[in-house]
């Protein structure tokens, strides 16, 4: 594959080291070359590389025409800042080739304190962005940015800044390394810096304000200010007029000396993608204490591989910087953490991969585009906040991406900004009527589910509003497929009628996830799909990284080293009336057991509500979560319970993958069935339910500890079942 990459020349900073680095690493995997609209010291450090560059004029009256006829014979077209990206524009006029841009940064603040640059070359960028054809995202903040303004998910990509690790030179002493920056040095010194240039987009200000505060209270503290720009005299007197002990040491024509030196890496930008100075400072062992802001969040799980404050806040960054000065082995120990992470996980290497996938699957896309109907549609009860539902999506997308990684996918969504951030996939409103004929008109297949869509228990309309969805798929020529469901119950006539009607007549196959469902349907008299037993697809999801799942813990003050029994509650009809039976059990399981509670919200909506009724109740230690973020991290966080207690059936199945002791309080017979099938009787009706009779099913919890082994043979079989999902995807995909 041959790539034309486009750029400026007159790159600084991350963008510059992005760009080289991953063209040097490149040569092994794809021919590329580089054309530069300026010459000068980026040019000159391209050649250096080995990195085929020529230099051509930047107006497009001159240059078009040539660069047009050298990218005839590539591949694909790169670009990379504004330059780039008007000239990628242009060029996608004449030739039918994809055009691919890198945004390095956030193109609304490249141009801030320059508004005459703003209104010229940061306009042209802008209009010149809307029309190429793919994005990357350098970070996954930066992605979502581009999402949120409304760019295309399923064609923005993620990519992250690497680091080579394979150099970093010899390391000279302390002393020796403060001396050749002028920095006065005695043992016991404790360094933190940053590296930046002098930009508002950098907040270095923010850095002063906490270096004052700090000047009383470590008195061997050194903050050492690397770098040079325009705020250079305003940044100085700022310094000098709050007395903050700030030591400037000028630009830094290279850093890994300066890293060496620091003990504390600080970032206090407003803004950033991904950047190299937390990479670099890591590379080095540095603890970090960063803005909560851009990529930042990505590298840097708080609490445990550093801190993270708000941007702008001086107080809550010079608190974490006392917090690693007063501690020289946490200092160590976060140092050591995030170098692990990323070398592990932000390698040069690891980037070049990532953009060389990127590559392939941009050049695999663009030739299905002119299929007519390709794909799927993917309707059920997504985009409301629930991790059970989200755990079902992310599993179906998972299945067929391994299937077909390249097929296109598109979402009903009760909120499809928010599947389009958490999934690249095209999303829409599910009431949409007109968004959901034209992707069916696109489609080959119509997916419904999974969970359970078909029952009328909790509403009539989202019965009838499913199976119209089946019935105007199967009328616009999809093949319909219900896939990984639950049904049931039906309650009238009428709506038993309706559905087997429907769904006799219009869907070619259904898998279900418990044996009650084909009960049901047999008792529904549905007799024409083609009926498989399988299981609920959220079983082949892992839970998320150990350092993501202590970081959620640590922000909302549960201690790692404590012992855990999680509850997931819901509203429902009569639970109110039970809330003190449970406030019972969660005493009663602290002092019998030394479990303390915390109330794991599954859809955040109703379960922090009824999670914070019930812990009023309580007289002893408990935690409310109010935060749990993704499918995977809520499994992470049950992960760490010893035991749970729910109504929610996707809180039974996440336990369940973890092997833990469960109760269940069933609302609804998906639920005893599931814990039939893992060979468990502990269900506590909650007509049934009272303190007693809570802790009598707790008590015998507790006694099953010694029985994971068998819990996790059994949710094997299921995975092994689960299986059938996946072989009905790949039979409507390969047909």
């Known amino acids: 594959?041959?790539?034309?990459?486009?750029?400026?020349?007159?790159?600084?900073?991350?963008?510059?080291?992005?760009?080289?680095?991953?063209?040097?690493?490149?040569?092994?995997?794809?021919?590329?070359?580089?054309?530069?609209?300026r010459e000068g010291e980026f040019t000159e450090e391209v050649r250096t590389a080995g990195i085929d560059v020529r230099v051509m004029s930047g107006n497009p009256f001159r240059s078009l025409k040539p660069i047009a006829a050298l990218a005839g014979g590539y591949d694909l077209i790169h670009c990379h800042g504004s330059r780039g990206n008007l000239f990628g524009m242009l060029l996608k006029k004449r030739l039918k080739k994809p055009v691919i841009t890198t945004v390095h940064s956030d193109?609304?603040?490249?141009?801030?304190?320059?508004?005459?640059?703003?209104?010229?070359?940061?306009?042209?960028n802008r209009f010149a962005l809307r029309r190429l054809d793919y994005f990357i995202g350098v970070s996954d903040v930066m992605a979502q940015k581009l999402i949120r303004r409304g760019f295309p998910s399923e064609r923005t990509y993620t990519i992250y800044n690497g680091l080579d690790f394979s150099v970093t030179g010899q390391a000279p002493g302390k002393a020796a390394l403060a001396a050749q920056f002028g920095i006065p040095y005695e043992e016991g010194d404790v360094f933190a810096g940053i590296a930046a240039r002098f930009d508002p987009v950098k907040d270095?200000?923010?850095?002063?304000?906490?270096?004052?505060?700090?000047?009383e209270s470590c008195p061997r503290l050194r903050i050492l200010i690397g770098g040079d720009g325009?705020?250079?005299?305003?940044?100085?007197?700022?310094?000098?007029?709050?007395?903050?002990?700030?030591?400037?040491?000028?630009?830094?024509?290279?850093?890994?000396?300066?890293?060496?030196?620091?003990?504390?890496?600080?970032?206090?930008?407003?803004?950033e993608t991904f950047s190299y100075v937390l990479t670099e400072g890591a590379r080095m062992g540095c603890a970090t204490v960063a803005s909560e802001v851009g990529g930042a969040p990505i590298l840097i799980d708080h609490g445990v591989n550093g801190f993270l404050f708000p941007y702008g806040g001086d107080a809550q960054?010079?608190?974490?910087?006392?917090?690693?000065?007063?501690?020289?082995?946490?200092?160590?120990?976060?140092?050591?953490?995030?170098?692990?992470?990323?070398?592990?996980h932000y390698s040069i290497e690891t980037t070049i991969q990532t953009q060389a996938d990127i590559y392939q699957s941009v050049y695999r896309r663009h030739a299905r585009i002119k299929k007519k109907?390709?794909?799927?549609?993917?309707?059920?009860?997504?985009?409301?906040?629930?991790?059970?539902?989200?755990?079902?999506?992310?599993?179906?997308?998972?299945?067929?991406?391994?299937?077909?990684?390249?097929?296109?996918?598109?979402?009903l969504s009760r909120s499809p900004l928010e599947t389009r951030l958490a999934y690249r996939e095209r999303s829409f409103y599910s009431f949409n009527l007109v968004s959901f004929?034209?992707?069916?008109?696109?489609?080959?297949?119509?997916l419904s589910g999974g969970g359970n869509l078909i029952q009328d228990a909790t509403s009539r309309r989202s019965l009838w509003f499913y199976l119209f969805t089946i019935w105007l798929a199967r009328k616009m020529g999809c093949r319909v497929i219900m896939y990984g469901c639950g049904i049931g119950p039906v309650l009238t006539p009428f709506n038993r009628r309706l559905t087997a009607k429907v769904l006799t007549k219009h869907v070619e196959t259904i898998t279900l996830r418990e044996e009650a469902s084909r009960a049901e349907l047999e008792r529904l008299g549905v007799k024409g799909p083609k009926i498989l037993l399988s299981a609920d697809p959220a079983l082949i999801l892992r839970p998320e990284d150990d350092e993501k799942v202590d970081s959620v813990l640590l922000k909302q003050g549960v201690p790692l080293d404590g012992q855990y029994v999680g509850f997931a509650l819901r509203d429902w009809p009569g639970l109110d009336e039970k809330l003190p039976a449970i406030a019972e059990a969660v005493e009663y399981t602290y002092h019998t057991y030394g479990l303390t509670t915390v109330f794991v919200p599954v859809e955040r909506r109703q379960d922090i509500r009824m999670g914070e009724k019930t812990a009023a109740l309580v007289n002893c230690p408990c935690h409310v979560l109010r935060e749990t973020g993704s499918a995977r991290l809520t499994i992470g966080l049950l992960s760490r319970m010893q035991m749970v207690v729910a109504v929610r059936l996707h809180a039974l199945i996440f336990a369940a993958g973890q092997g833990l002791p469960m109760v269940a309080l069933p609302y609804n017979d998906k639920v005893t069935a599931f814990m039939e099938y893992m060979g468990l009787d502990l269900c506590l009706p909650l007509d049934k339910l009272t303190g007693p009779a809570l802790t009598g099913f707790i008590d015998r919890a507790a006694a099953s500890q010694g029985d994971r082994a068998i819990r996790l043979e059994a949710v094997a079989a299921?995975?092994?079942?689960?299986?059938?999902n996946r072989e009905v995807l790949a039979d409507v995909l390969n047909d």
């Open 107 to 124: 193109y609304r603040l490249d141009y801030m304190g320059r508004p005459l640059a703003a209104v010229t070359y940061g306009l042209i």
């Open 373 to 411: 109907r390709d794909g799927l549609t993917i309707c059920g009860a997504y985009g409301m906040d629930n991790a059970g539902d989200d755990a079902i999506l992310e599993a179906i997308l998972l299945e067929i991406r391994q299937e077909d990684p390249d097929v296109p996918v598109r979402v």
């Open 317 to 344: 960054l010079s608190e974490h910087i006392k917090t690693l000065y007063d501690d020289p082995a946490l200092r160590e120990a976060m140092g050591r953490k995030l170098h692990e992470k990323v070398r592990t």
């Open 437 to 446: 004929a034209r992707a069916l008109r696109k489609s080959r297949v119509y």
């Open 1 to 37: 594959m041959k790539i034309l990459h486009l750029i400026g020349g007159g790159d600084v900073g991350g963008a510059k080291t992005h760009v080289i680095g991953l063209l040097a690493g490149l040569k092994g995997h794809v021919e590329t070359t580089l054309i530069s609209f």
């Open 204 to 215: 270095l200000p923010t850095l002063i304000r906490a270096a004052a505060r700090l000047r």
């Open 718 to 724: 299921l995975r092994d079942r689960e299986r059938v």
């Open 230 to 271: 325009k705020q250079r005299d305003k940044l100085r007197q700022l310094a000098e007029t709050l007395k903050a002990p700030v030591h400037f040491v000028g630009w830094l024509p290279g850093t890994d000396d300066f890293f060496r030196l620091l003990d504390i890496n600080l970032l206090t930008s407003r803004f």
